[in-house]
């Protein structure tokens, strides 16, 4: 599988496998061993989590993947985050809230470590821009966990350009991505800057929710419905059976670089999104998905 | 006439001579000579193309001219411009979409050529931010054609400063100008950092529709008229007959040194934009015009 | 008090204390003077006024108090503004409107030499971003007020960022303040990009309106009613009387060092501020009244 280079030592495969709704599959070990080998044996060796998933459970269900078969965690790169505090009842929290303090930061990496019994994070990311973020205390945090080996490189999520032009002018090495909504119902970050600036400093983009929830396949209102219909007609050109792989396509046809993150737990469809490398949009084929989202023609 | 240098081997003459209509006059070849020879006279040596406009037939229309009197060409910087791909019933493009690969580039660049009878253009601008831009691909493109001595300047328009810095950042050499809509009633420009950028970056801009496509005569919403009744005013306390000039002149009094493209086919209209060189702003005139835009007082 | 360094000959109290009403709280000179000594007893050493606050009045009152007691001028740290032409009848301007031109500011920095009775400014900001402000212009004008000791830092005020980063370029000496609006009911540049930048460029911010002109304490729409709310439990939690110092207390605690501009003229009402300073938030309590403003759950 094409992988992408975002820093000399370190690549993600072009699809990334979610660990979102880890939990809701309610798998045993042995299944979810088995789906993060069928991910690698499709080429897919970049993992998506973090650590609230699952209300805090999805890391240590990975976790014990790792502990059972200790040889996947070389060939993976794990890509988990911290900065949400949840109210969930039990950890004192009383409101949803964010937390880039150091002793979050990195009180939230050893926990990730533990959960994921391993001893080292390939990528954490920042889970939203923190209004309170304070730069110096965060790269002090990351160089901390940088030094001791224990997060090799980071990122952030959520994160609009003011926010990372501000946190790069304190870091020591650059943010290596910005995981963000993409999809076609989503264009945002298509127009905004966010995906401009991801071009201009190198940071390949991370897309969550490229199928927009399933509201591509379900949504009933009228955008979802001329969405669908072109997705549809891409579809029939390009001789594919499902939406979701001209989906997939369509975001990965965009010269960031955009990672699919596929957070599904059936094989058959992350195989989609594999087979959605191979399919090649001609631009006009793109734009019709484009303007089937805006509702009018481009200018 | 006052010139604005952008490069140390390019300038502008302020105002600029616009071809978007060209083909809709319906003039002779002669008669396009002249309107040339008649902005020569008043010092436009600036005019501004596209590939597109007239529906693919204006360059052509201005060729004839430069090929019926080769010796104007020295005399004129032609900017021109790609990008756009119009379904018009013959060229096989079903949807209008963009389109800044290198192969349309070039091969709209080579075809802009041999309509202009020339061998070489100006300033390229591309026209539209197109989604899809590869920046590394349209850098190729422009080098290749610089060097080939076919294009001796690049440029955008309508391009947001998230998109000028991201492509800025991969090009040998900056964009000279972004042309973008400015006039008394469309000021999103002025507030949304793209005048202030222009002026960061030292690219001069050219303002398209400067007239808001007669709307400042004819519009008969609240702020067209607002707006016509404060240009009145002025004009009657400048002394001169006709609203287009003043309207021409509080564009040019903004530091940016807004260079006014005058789409007009008749030798009056353009004599009146340089008549506008000459007029004078006060601060609070120019306000006057401002908040009657606006609608409100300034804060 | 705490002191917020900006440049190496440059610090300000961190809370302010402003005379944009000094005029309104008709105190003879003799009370003015007592204000201030006040004001320094509690270490408030940074004074905020304005060339037009009270209708061009206020720096006059306030250099009353600095004829008096010459002593005071090296205790303090005195911002004044210019910019804006006020039409107050007088002065033969008839619309309000923005001036930066250079013999604008330099004429209106004379006058208020004179009005504050003083022979420098520690810092002169632009009141307003001037559409028609021309950074050449204004970089010469500054030029020429530093040398000549007039005014020692230069700073801006309701900037955007754009407009921030086309100003710093043509400047010799970066801008070393943004003063802007900041409540707990007015969110804006908490999200625009605006604090971001700030924290970038090492500008640390002024707040106006900190109390969001007294709509905290009075306002009656639903969002002023949830963060006054807010602010009680807090002021409950926290053991103080008033919600004042709640609200300062909030801004303060954002780590781009945000100094509160204190617009009252009783002693006890500054006090309030001071005791601020004292007051420690938990991120979960400040999210608390920052999702009361928002009124909805941070995502």
Redesign the interface.
């Known amino acids: 599988m094409e992988r992408i280079r975002v820093q000399s030592d370190l690549s993600f495969s072009r699809i990334i496998h979610g660990h979102w709704r880890l939990a809701d599959w309610n798998y045993s070990v042995k299944m979810r061993m088995e789906l993060i080998e069928s991910c690698l044996e499709l080429g897919i060796t970049t993992i998506d989590t973090a650590n609230i998933y699952g209300n805090y459970t999805c890391e240590a269900l990975f976790g014990e993947v790792l502990a059972l078969k200790p040889e996947l965690r070389e060939k993976l790169e794990i890509v988990t985050k911290c900065g949400i505090?949840l109210a969930n009842g039990k950890n004192g929290?009383?409101?949803?809230?964010?937390?880039s303090?150091k002793i979050h930061i990195i009180g939230s990496v050893e926990q990730s470590l533990k959960n994921l019994q391993t001893d080292y994070i390939d990528v954490l990311l920042l889970h939203?821009p923190d209004?309170?973020?304070?730069?110096e205390?965060v790269a002090e945090a990351f160089r901390e966990l940088k030094q001791a080996g224990k997060v090799k490189h980071f990122g952030v999520s959520?994160y609009?350009?003011?926010?990372v032009?501000?946190l790069n002018?304190y870091l020591d090495v650059p943010l290596v991505t910005n995981q963000i909504e993409l999809s076609a119902l989503y264009r945002d970050h298509?127009e905004?800057?966010v995906l401009?600036?991801c071009?201009?400093e190198n940071m390949a983009p991370m897309a969550w929710s490229p199928l927009a929830r399933g509201k591509l396949f379900t949504g009933e209102d009228i955008q979802a419905s001329r969405v669908r219909k072109a997705l549809e007609r891409a579809a029939a050109d390009m001789n594919v059976q499902t939406i979701d792989e001209v989906a997939y396509a369509w975001l990965m046809?965009?010269?960031a670089k955009i990672m699919p993150i596929v957070g599904s737990g059936k094989v058959e469809r992350i195989k989609a999104a594999v087979h959605a490398l191979s399919l090649e949009f001609s631009?006009?084929q793109?734009?019709?998905i484009?303007?089937a989202s805006r509702g009018k023609?481009?200018?």
């Open positions: 505090k929290v009383h409101l949803n809230h964010y937390d303090s939203r209004v309170l973020l304070n730069p205390e959520n609009l350009p003011s926010q032009d501000m002018a298509f905004n800057g401009n600036q071009m201009k046809h965009h010269p631009r006009e793109w734009y019709e484009w303007v023609n481009v200018d």
